[in-house]
């Protein structure tokens, strides 16, 4: 069974950093597009950041974010994590990891794009 375990939310100040994981166990996405998302309060779920390593790492990040965040994986560990640095009120979320269970980009931008989720941790940015 693929679990996808994120960890490492929390409520900060804004302009403060936080970094989150997310572990995933039950099979490797090692040359699969892997990815966060989040859902502030009364918003709908919305992209973040996403990884791909195929012959080479390659990202892509939401505008609200680039310059900011920054995504990257260890397949040695099967994880994947978000550095979020100068972090704003409206960065406060659930944010949720996600993995995509075939190759290819697919659509990275789009929640339809991944076959697994994980259960999501709180990101507070108090102003």
């Known amino acids: 069974q693929v679990q996808l375990v994120e960890s490492g939310g929390g409520l900060v100040l804004a302009g403060d950093s936080l970094r989150l994981s997310c572990a995933a166990s039950?099979?490797?996405?090692?040359?699969?597009?892997m990815a966060w998302f989040r859902q502030g309060p009364g918003k709908e779920r919305e992209f973040v950041a996403a990884v791909y390593n195929w012959f080479g790492i390659s990202t892509r990040y939401a505008d609200s974010v680039k310059g900011r965040f920054t995504i990257s994986r260890d397949n040695a560990k099967n994880t994947v994590s978000l550095q979020m640095n100068s972090l704003k009120f409206e960065d406060t979320a659930v944010y949720y990891c996600a993995a995509r269970g075939t190759t290819g980009w697919g659509t990275p931008s789009s929640p339809g794009n991944y076959d697994f989720w994980g259960q999501g941790t709180q990101v507070t940015v108090s102003s």
């Open positions: 039950g099979r490797t996405f090692n040359s699969h597009v």
